[in-house]
Protein backbone atom coordinates (compact mmCIF):
# COMPACT_ATOMS: atom_id res chain seq x y z
CA UNK A 1 0.00 0.00 0.00
CA UNK A 2 2.76 2.52 0.16
CA UNK A 3 5.50 2.64 -2.92
CA UNK A 4 9.24 2.64 -1.82
CA UNK A 5 10.24 5.88 -1.84
CA UNK A 6 7.72 6.50 1.18
CA UNK A 7 9.01 3.43 3.21
CA UNK A 8 12.25 4.68 2.96
CA UNK A 9 11.46 8.04 3.97
CA UNK A 10 9.41 6.54 7.01
CA UNK A 11 12.99 4.32 7.89
CA UNK A 12 14.94 7.53 7.66
CA UNK A 13 12.85 9.61 9.96
CA UNK A 14 11.47 7.33 11.94
CA UNK A 15 12.84 8.91 15.34
CA UNK A 16 12.34 12.66 14.12
CA UNK A 17 10.07 15.12 15.97
CA UNK A 18 6.79 14.26 14.18
CA UNK A 19 5.33 18.39 14.96
CA UNK A 20 8.83 19.72 13.42
CA UNK A 21 8.93 17.01 10.25
CA UNK A 22 5.08 17.57 9.84
CA UNK A 23 5.96 21.63 8.87
CA UNK A 24 7.95 20.48 6.13
CA UNK A 25 5.69 19.16 3.80
CA UNK A 26 6.70 21.23 1.11
CA UNK A 27 10.57 19.99 1.45
CA UNK A 28 9.44 16.39 0.26
CA UNK A 29 6.76 17.30 -2.46
CA UNK A 30 8.41 14.99 -4.65
CA UNK A 31 5.43 12.96 -6.10
CA UNK A 32 7.11 9.12 -5.28
CA UNK A 33 7.08 10.50 -1.61
CA UNK A 34 3.11 9.70 -0.05
CA UNK A 35 4.21 12.65 2.85
CA UNK A 36 0.74 12.33 4.61
CA UNK A 37 0.73 8.34 4.74
CA UNK A 38 3.94 8.85 5.80
CA UNK A 39 3.43 10.90 8.62
CA UNK A 40 0.70 8.58 10.12
CA UNK A 41 3.25 5.42 9.84
CA UNK A 42 5.96 7.63 11.35
CA UNK A 43 3.41 8.35 14.25
CA UNK A 44 1.95 5.13 14.46
CA UNK A 45 5.13 3.12 15.05
CA UNK A 46 6.68 6.08 17.29
CA UNK A 47 3.49 5.34 19.50
CA UNK A 48 3.80 1.46 19.44
CA UNK A 49 7.53 0.65 20.01
CA UNK A 50 7.08 -0.10 23.79
CA UNK A 51 3.00 -1.40 23.13
CA UNK A 52 3.69 -3.73 20.57
CA UNK A 53 7.66 -3.94 20.82
CA UNK A 54 8.14 -6.96 17.98
CA UNK A 55 5.67 -5.30 15.54
CA UNK A 56 7.56 -2.02 15.41
CA UNK A 57 10.80 -3.89 14.44
CA UNK A 58 8.84 -4.40 11.33
CA UNK A 59 8.98 -2.07 8.61
CA UNK A 60 6.75 -4.09 6.45
CA UNK A 61 3.52 -3.21 8.68
CA UNK A 62 0.84 -0.49 8.41
CA UNK A 63 -0.47 1.74 11.34
CA UNK A 64 -3.81 3.09 11.56
CA UNK A 65 -4.77 6.88 12.97
CA UNK A 66 -3.59 7.29 16.54
CA UNK A 67 -6.89 6.72 18.28
CA UNK A 68 -7.31 3.01 17.04
CA UNK A 69 -3.68 2.46 18.64
CA UNK A 70 -4.67 4.07 21.69
CA UNK A 71 -7.42 1.13 21.79
CA UNK A 72 -5.73 -1.54 20.74
CA UNK A 73 -4.07 -4.44 23.26
CA UNK A 74 -0.62 -4.41 23.79
CA UNK A 75 1.47 -7.48 23.08
CA UNK A 76 1.45 -9.08 26.89
CA UNK A 77 -2.33 -8.58 26.53
CA UNK A 78 -2.91 -9.88 23.74
CA UNK A 79 -0.17 -12.63 24.36
CA UNK A 80 -2.27 -13.46 27.46
CA UNK A 81 -5.89 -13.88 25.47
CA UNK A 82 -4.15 -15.91 23.36
CA UNK A 83 -3.66 -18.44 26.66
CA UNK A 84 -6.67 -18.83 26.89
CA UNK A 85 -8.65 -19.68 23.71
CA UNK A 86 -7.90 -22.27 20.92
CA UNK A 87 -9.71 -24.60 18.69
CA UNK A 88 -10.98 -24.93 14.90
CA UNK A 89 -13.07 -22.04 14.59
CA UNK A 90 -12.50 -18.11 16.02
CA UNK A 91 -14.56 -15.21 15.41
CA UNK A 92 -13.31 -12.09 16.09
CA UNK A 93 -16.37 -9.80 16.69
CA UNK A 94 -15.05 -6.39 16.87
CA UNK A 95 -11.93 -6.84 14.99
CA UNK A 96 -10.34 -3.03 15.27
CA UNK A 97 -6.25 -3.21 14.13
CA UNK A 98 -6.02 -6.27 14.59
CA UNK A 99 -3.72 -7.07 17.27
CA UNK A 100 -5.85 -9.83 18.95
CA UNK A 101 -7.05 -11.04 15.88
CA UNK A 102 -3.41 -11.71 15.11
CA UNK A 103 -2.04 -13.40 17.98
CA UNK A 104 -5.25 -15.28 18.81
CA UNK A 105 -5.17 -16.74 14.98
CA UNK A 106 -2.27 -19.53 15.12
CA UNK A 107 -4.71 -21.35 17.60
CA UNK A 108 -7.13 -22.19 15.35
CA UNK A 109 -7.71 -23.39 11.52
CA UNK A 110 -10.28 -20.67 10.52
CA UNK A 111 -10.85 -17.18 11.86
CA UNK A 112 -13.11 -14.68 10.92
CA UNK A 113 -12.49 -10.90 11.38
CA UNK A 114 -14.98 -8.33 11.76
CA UNK A 115 -14.64 -4.54 11.41
CA UNK A 116 -17.45 -1.47 9.88
CA UNK A 117 -14.74 0.91 9.41
CA UNK A 118 -13.44 0.14 5.92
CA UNK A 119 -9.60 1.81 6.16
CA UNK A 120 -8.96 -0.11 9.23
CA UNK A 121 -9.97 -3.73 7.82
CA UNK A 122 -7.56 -2.95 5.10
CA UNK A 123 -5.02 -2.27 7.50
CA UNK A 124 -5.81 -5.03 9.01
CA UNK A 125 -6.18 -7.52 5.57
CA UNK A 126 -2.52 -6.23 4.68
CA UNK A 127 -0.77 -6.99 7.92
CA UNK A 128 -2.36 -10.82 8.39
CA UNK A 129 -0.98 -10.78 4.97
CA UNK A 130 2.34 -10.16 5.76
CA UNK A 131 2.04 -11.75 8.95
CA UNK A 132 1.02 -14.88 6.64
CA UNK A 133 -2.06 -15.14 8.94
CA UNK A 134 -3.81 -16.33 5.54
CA UNK A 135 -6.67 -18.12 7.22
CA UNK A 136 -8.05 -14.90 8.45
CA UNK A 137 -10.79 -13.93 6.50
CA UNK A 138 -11.92 -10.24 6.53
CA UNK A 139 -15.27 -9.30 6.67
CA UNK A 140 -16.33 -5.53 6.35
CA UNK A 141 -19.45 -5.57 7.61
CA UNK A 142 -21.23 -4.57 11.05
CA UNK A 143 -20.70 -7.04 13.27
CA UNK A 144 -24.49 -7.68 14.49
CA UNK A 145 -25.62 -8.18 11.13
CA UNK A 146 -22.65 -10.88 10.39
CA UNK A 147 -23.20 -12.69 14.27
CA UNK A 148 -26.75 -13.18 13.02
CA UNK A 149 -26.02 -15.03 9.60
CA UNK A 150 -22.77 -16.80 10.26
CA UNK A 151 -22.62 -20.46 11.48
CA UNK A 152 -21.56 -21.37 15.20
CA UNK A 153 -17.95 -21.33 15.86
CA UNK A 154 -15.88 -22.69 18.60
CA UNK A 155 -14.92 -19.73 20.37
CA UNK A 156 -15.76 -15.55 19.97
CA UNK A 157 -14.22 -12.69 21.35
CA UNK A 158 -15.52 -9.69 21.87
CA UNK A 159 -14.08 -6.01 22.58
CA UNK A 160 -16.80 -3.80 22.50
CA UNK A 161 -16.09 0.25 21.69
CA UNK A 162 -16.12 1.97 24.76
CA UNK A 163 -16.81 5.35 24.03
CA UNK A 164 -20.38 7.52 23.20
CA UNK A 165 -21.06 9.10 20.14
CA UNK A 166 -19.75 12.34 21.27
CA UNK A 167 -16.52 10.26 22.14
CA UNK A 168 -16.36 10.08 26.02
CA UNK A 169 -15.11 7.22 27.34
CA UNK A 170 -17.83 4.63 29.05
CA UNK A 171 -17.14 1.42 31.19
CA UNK A 172 -20.61 0.09 31.64
CA UNK A 173 -21.53 -2.62 29.80
CA UNK A 174 -24.94 -1.34 28.23
CA UNK A 175 -23.16 1.81 27.23
CA UNK A 176 -20.86 0.09 25.32
CA UNK A 177 -21.29 -0.62 21.48
CA UNK A 178 -22.46 -3.42 20.88
CA UNK A 179 -24.43 -3.38 23.78
CA UNK A 180 -23.65 -7.12 25.01
CA UNK A 181 -26.86 -7.05 27.31
CA UNK A 182 -28.81 -7.05 24.12
CA UNK A 183 -26.80 -9.97 22.41
CA UNK A 184 -26.14 -11.90 25.12
CA UNK A 185 -28.87 -14.89 23.69
CA UNK A 186 -27.23 -14.53 19.83
CA UNK A 187 -23.53 -15.37 21.66
CA UNK A 188 -24.26 -18.29 23.32
CA UNK A 189 -26.37 -19.85 20.43
CA UNK A 190 -23.65 -18.75 18.10
CA UNK A 191 -20.36 -20.62 20.27
CA UNK A 192 -19.72 -22.64 23.38
CA UNK A 193 -17.00 -19.75 24.80
CA UNK A 194 -16.65 -16.24 24.48
CA UNK A 195 -14.10 -14.08 25.67
CA UNK A 196 -14.99 -10.56 26.45
CA UNK A 197 -12.83 -7.71 26.84
CA UNK A 198 -13.80 -4.57 28.76
CA UNK A 199 -13.14 -1.66 30.93
CA UNK A 200 -10.74 -2.18 33.64
CA UNK A 201 -13.32 0.52 35.57
CA UNK A 202 -16.12 -2.12 35.09
CA UNK A 203 -17.17 -3.30 39.02
CA UNK A 204 -16.49 -6.69 38.67
CA UNK A 205 -19.61 -8.44 40.92
CA UNK A 206 -21.52 -5.71 39.01
CA UNK A 207 -20.93 -6.93 35.64
CA UNK A 208 -21.13 -11.47 37.11
CA UNK A 209 -24.70 -10.35 37.98
CA UNK A 210 -25.65 -9.05 34.32
CA UNK A 211 -23.19 -11.09 32.40
CA UNK A 212 -24.53 -15.14 32.44
CA UNK A 213 -22.29 -17.98 33.13
CA UNK A 214 -19.02 -16.47 33.67
CA UNK A 215 -16.66 -19.05 34.41
CA UNK A 216 -13.29 -17.11 34.69
CA UNK A 217 -12.82 -13.26 35.10
CA UNK A 218 -9.10 -12.47 34.53
CA UNK A 219 -7.91 -9.04 36.01
CA UNK A 220 -4.77 -8.13 33.88
CA UNK A 221 -2.32 -5.14 34.71
CA UNK A 222 1.05 -4.46 33.34
CA UNK A 223 3.62 -2.57 35.73
CA UNK A 224 1.04 -2.59 38.38
CA UNK A 225 -1.61 -0.47 36.11
CA UNK A 226 -4.71 -2.39 35.47
CA UNK A 227 -5.30 -2.69 31.48
CA UNK A 228 -8.04 -5.23 30.82
CA UNK A 229 -10.77 -6.89 32.42
CA UNK A 230 -11.47 -10.83 30.80
CA UNK A 231 -14.60 -12.36 31.20
CA UNK A 232 -14.66 -16.06 29.65
CA UNK A 233 -18.36 -16.99 29.34
CA UNK A 234 -19.25 -21.01 28.75
CA UNK A 235 -22.85 -22.70 29.14
CA UNK A 236 -22.47 -24.35 32.30
CA UNK A 237 -23.98 -22.43 34.97
CA UNK A 238 -20.91 -21.09 37.38
CA UNK A 239 -21.50 -20.15 40.97
CA UNK A 240 -18.42 -18.85 42.13
CA UNK A 241 -15.97 -17.79 38.96
CA UNK A 242 -12.37 -18.43 39.34
CA UNK A 243 -10.51 -15.27 39.41
CA UNK A 244 -6.87 -14.85 37.77
CA UNK A 245 -4.98 -11.70 38.97
CA UNK A 246 -2.15 -11.49 36.56
CA UNK A 247 1.07 -8.20 36.67
CA UNK A 248 3.23 -8.40 34.25
CA UNK A 249 6.59 -6.68 35.13
CA UNK A 250 10.08 -6.45 33.45
CA UNK A 251 11.35 -9.24 35.92
CA UNK A 252 9.11 -12.29 36.09
CA UNK A 253 5.52 -12.41 36.48
CA UNK A 254 2.96 -12.60 38.91
CA UNK A 255 -0.25 -14.65 38.83
CA UNK A 256 -2.63 -15.55 41.37
CA UNK A 257 -5.77 -17.78 41.15
CA UNK A 258 -8.84 -17.12 43.35
CA UNK A 259 -12.78 -17.21 43.35
CA UNK A 260 -15.31 -15.29 44.91
CA UNK A 261 -16.40 -18.14 47.65
CA UNK A 262 -12.71 -17.65 48.73
CA UNK A 263 -13.21 -14.18 49.25
CA UNK A 264 -16.99 -14.70 51.18
CA UNK A 265 -15.62 -17.42 53.36
CA UNK A 266 -12.51 -16.17 54.67
CA UNK A 267 -11.97 -14.94 57.65
CA UNK A 268 -8.92 -12.61 59.01
CA UNK A 269 -8.21 -10.18 62.08
CA UNK A 270 -6.83 -6.59 62.02
CA UNK A 271 -4.40 -5.34 63.94
CA UNK A 272 -3.64 -2.29 65.43
CA UNK A 273 0.59 -2.68 65.62
CA UNK A 274 2.85 -2.89 62.42
CA UNK A 275 5.86 -5.38 62.37
CA UNK A 276 8.66 -5.51 59.98
CA UNK A 277 7.21 -5.36 56.85
CA UNK A 278 4.70 -3.60 55.34
CA UNK A 279 2.97 -4.91 52.13
CA UNK A 280 0.63 -3.11 49.80
CA UNK A 281 -0.87 -5.50 46.49
CA UNK A 282 -0.71 -5.00 43.11
CA UNK A 283 -3.74 -3.23 41.40
CA UNK A 284 -4.97 -6.71 39.75
CA UNK A 285 -5.36 -8.13 43.52
CA UNK A 286 -7.13 -4.88 44.44
CA UNK A 287 -9.46 -4.90 41.76
CA UNK A 288 -10.39 -8.47 42.34
CA UNK A 289 -11.42 -7.37 45.78
CA UNK A 290 -9.61 -10.25 47.13
CA UNK A 291 -8.59 -8.22 50.72
CA UNK A 292 -8.76 -10.85 52.91
CA UNK A 293 -8.15 -14.01 50.79
CA UNK A 294 -4.39 -12.61 50.10
CA UNK A 295 -3.89 -12.06 53.58
CA UNK A 296 -4.77 -15.81 54.16
CA UNK A 297 -2.46 -17.35 51.35
CA UNK A 298 0.17 -15.17 52.41
CA UNK A 299 0.29 -15.42 56.28
CA UNK A 300 -0.19 -11.63 56.61
CA UNK A 301 -2.11 -9.25 59.26
CA UNK A 302 -4.36 -6.78 57.49
CA UNK A 303 -4.12 -3.28 59.53
CA UNK A 304 -7.85 -2.14 59.12
CA UNK A 305 -10.93 -3.98 57.19
CA UNK A 306 -10.82 -0.61 54.83
CA UNK A 307 -6.90 -0.01 54.44
CA UNK A 308 -5.91 -2.93 52.19
CA UNK A 309 -2.04 -2.68 53.46
CA UNK A 310 -0.72 -5.72 55.42
CA UNK A 311 2.02 -6.69 58.03
CA UNK A 312 4.37 -9.48 59.32
CA UNK A 313 7.62 -9.91 61.09
CA UNK A 314 9.01 -12.19 58.52
CA UNK A 315 9.92 -11.96 54.76
CA UNK A 316 7.37 -13.07 52.69
CA UNK A 317 9.39 -12.29 49.26
CA UNK A 318 6.76 -13.92 46.53
CA UNK A 319 4.40 -11.43 47.50
CA UNK A 320 2.17 -9.97 44.83
CA UNK A 321 3.14 -6.75 45.26
CA UNK A 322 5.17 -3.88 47.08
CA UNK A 323 7.61 -4.79 50.40
CA UNK A 324 8.67 -2.30 52.04
CA UNK A 325 11.38 -2.40 55.39
CA UNK A 326 9.37 -0.38 58.32
CA UNK A 327 11.46 2.15 59.42
CA UNK A 328 9.57 4.19 61.71
CA UNK A 329 5.72 4.25 62.90
CA UNK A 330 4.32 7.25 64.38
CA UNK A 331 0.91 9.47 64.59
CA UNK A 332 -0.64 12.39 63.26
CA UNK A 333 0.12 15.03 65.70
CA UNK A 334 2.48 18.23 64.74
CA UNK A 335 5.23 17.31 67.36
CA UNK A 336 5.77 14.05 65.82
CA UNK A 337 5.58 14.94 62.22
CA UNK A 338 8.26 17.13 63.03
CA UNK A 339 10.55 14.93 64.86
CA UNK A 340 10.56 11.72 62.19
CA UNK A 341 10.03 14.26 59.14
CA UNK A 342 12.71 16.51 59.35
CA UNK A 343 15.05 14.89 57.64
CA UNK A 344 13.21 13.81 54.92
CA UNK A 345 11.78 16.46 52.40
CA UNK A 346 11.39 14.15 49.38
CA UNK A 347 9.52 11.38 49.85
CA UNK A 348 6.77 9.12 47.83
CA UNK A 349 3.74 9.38 49.42
CA UNK A 350 0.53 7.15 49.96
CA UNK A 351 -2.68 7.62 50.86
CA UNK A 352 -4.75 4.14 52.11
CA UNK A 353 -7.90 5.02 54.14
CA UNK A 354 -7.17 8.08 55.42
CA UNK A 355 -9.06 11.78 55.67
CA UNK A 356 -6.74 13.50 53.52
CA UNK A 357 -5.61 13.25 50.04
CA UNK A 358 -2.21 12.71 48.96
CA UNK A 359 -2.56 16.22 47.76
CA UNK A 360 -3.53 17.87 51.01
CA UNK A 361 -0.94 15.43 52.93
CA UNK A 362 1.63 16.65 50.92
CA UNK A 363 0.66 20.26 51.52
CA UNK A 364 0.26 20.09 55.13
CA UNK A 365 3.29 18.13 55.73
CA UNK A 366 5.43 20.10 52.99
CA UNK A 367 6.92 17.64 50.85
CA UNK A 368 8.06 16.97 47.68
CA UNK A 369 7.75 13.48 45.44
CA UNK A 370 10.91 11.66 44.90
CA UNK A 371 14.05 10.17 47.39
CA UNK A 372 14.69 6.57 48.68
CA UNK A 373 11.75 6.68 51.25
CA UNK A 374 8.07 5.88 51.30
CA UNK A 375 5.42 7.70 53.56
CA UNK A 376 1.83 5.59 53.95
CA UNK A 377 -1.07 7.28 55.80
CA UNK A 378 -3.07 4.89 56.90
CA UNK A 379 -6.01 3.64 59.53
CA UNK A 380 -5.29 0.92 62.30
CA UNK A 381 -7.75 -1.38 63.29
CA UNK A 382 -8.29 0.73 66.38
CA UNK A 383 -9.09 3.20 64.26
CA UNK A 384 -6.10 5.24 64.86
CA UNK A 385 -4.62 7.24 61.97
CA UNK A 386 -1.11 6.58 61.45
CA UNK A 387 2.01 7.63 59.46
CA UNK A 388 3.92 4.60 58.05
CA UNK A 389 7.84 5.30 56.88
CA UNK A 390 9.90 2.53 55.16
CA UNK A 391 11.91 1.75 52.24
CA UNK A 392 10.91 -0.43 49.05
CA UNK A 393 12.71 -3.96 49.46
CA UNK A 394 14.09 -5.08 46.02
CA UNK A 395 13.03 -8.37 45.42
Not at 131 to 141: F, P, R
Not at 163 to 192: F, H, Y
Amino acid sequence: MLNAATQQFIREHLHDDLRRLALQAQLYSSAEIDFPSAIVQISGRQQIKHKLPSWYERDDLLFPARLSLEQCSSEATAQYKSTLLSGKTLLDLTGGFGVDTAFLAPNFLQVHYVEQQTELAKIAKSNFKTLNLNHIEVQTMDSIRFLKTMWPVDCIFIDPARRSDTGKKVCLIEDCEPDLLAIQALLNQKSQRILIKLSPMLDIQAACKVLKNVSEIHIVSVENECKELLFLIEKQTITNPKIVCINFQKKGNQTDLFDFSEEKQARITCVSELKTYLYEPNVAILKAGMYKSVALRYQLDKLHPDSHLYTSDHLISDFPGRIFQIENVFSFQKQELKIHLQKHREIHLCVRNFPLSVAELRKKLGLKEGGERHLFATTLADGRHCLVLGRRKNK
